[in-house]
């Protein structure tokens, strides 16, 4: 009598990166899916809707889900990212609270560890950036957030070196339900080519202005038109709330527009792999953040 051949059981399931706004939660996401498709700055509140990543680790397919950052929201759009952050933590398998090491423990995070533990749902807490910091300055911290939540691990990673990822997957892969993979083999995003696009000119956007005006601007790809000759031709519409916010960012000269459509350019050539030609304009349109279509654009619900 001969054994019948072993079959390796598949996992698959769904992994929400929460945390404070600038935990590197959009960082490790790329890391983990082993491409950039979520945008990075040093700025808080970069993203702004949730943004599916897959990886393979093993048998086992991990969804990953890249959140806005959790923090107390007041204005309507403020408001429509952390619901959107708690309904990927909602929706999830495993949540992975990410804490930033470089900072002490936030508000924010201390509410999330709160939610996290009433929600029940099975929680990895990871400290990131621990390229910057010493392992043993964390205990404290850890202790403090294990004292308030209820998680299943904690672990210390660098989403920019790589330190402590395997070990991560390791570990969510060990509480992922087993079932057959839901995406794709070689499926690595939900994110459309025109999302990508206009994601990839508000990072440089978020890079070049500072204090309100990132937060006062959504960036939408309105054509997008494949050329014969391979290339592709992107128009982009820069929403601004004022006619002087208009004026800053287009800059002396057309200097302020130039520079990001040459910098979002080249990126988006390198992610796309073909050449691209990018018209970006500047619209005012007052009250944007309280336009229901704009909360389409971007991926969020409408809140009331
Ligand atoms: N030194 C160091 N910096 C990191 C690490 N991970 C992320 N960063 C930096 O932290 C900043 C924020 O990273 P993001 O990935 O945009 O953070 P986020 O949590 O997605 O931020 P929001 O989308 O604003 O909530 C960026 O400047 C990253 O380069 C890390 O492991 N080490
Ligand atoms: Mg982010």
Known sequence: MTDAPE??????????????????????LNAL?????????????????????VALHDQTQMIFVDTPGIFSATKRLERAMVAAAWEGANDADVVILLVDSMCKISDSTRTIAEGLKNSSKKAILAFNKIDTVRRDKLLAMSQELN???????????????????????NKIADFLPEGPWL???????????RM????????????RFHEELPYATTIETE????????????????????DSQKQIVIGKGGKGLKTIGQQSRE??????????????????RKGW??????????GLDWIQ
């Not at 990166?17 to 939660?25: D, F, Q, R």
């Not at 995406?183 to 080519?193: K, S, V």
């Not at 990126?267 to 005012?284: A, D, P, W």
């Not at 953040?289 to 971007?298: L, P, Q």
């Open 7 to 28: 079959v390796a059981s598949t996992k698959c399931g769904f992994v929400a990166l929460v945390g404070a706004p600038n935990a590197g939660k959009s960082t490790l």
């Open 147 to 169: 004292d308030i939540g209820d998680f299943e691990e904690t672990m210390m990673i660098s989403a920019k070196t790589g330190n402590g990822l395997e070990d991560l997957q």
């Open 223 to 242: 054509r997008w038109r494949e050329l014969k000759d391979g290339s592709v031709r992107i128009e982009q519409i820069i929403y601004v709330e004022r």
């Open 33 to 53: 899916v082993g491409c950039k498709i979520a945008i990075v700055t040093h700025k808080v509140q970069t993203t702004r809707s949730k943004l599916v990543g």
């Open 196 to 207: 990508l696009a206009s994601e990839i000119t508000r990072e440089k956007f978020f890079e």
């Open 183 to 193: 995406y794709p083999e070689d499926h690595l995003t939900d994110i459309t080519e």
């Open 289 to 298: 953040s309280d336009d229901k279509e704009r909360y389409r654009n971007m």
């Open 267 to 284: 990126e988006l050539q390198e992610l796309l792999g073909r050449k691209v030609h990018l018209f970006i304009f500047v619209k005012v």
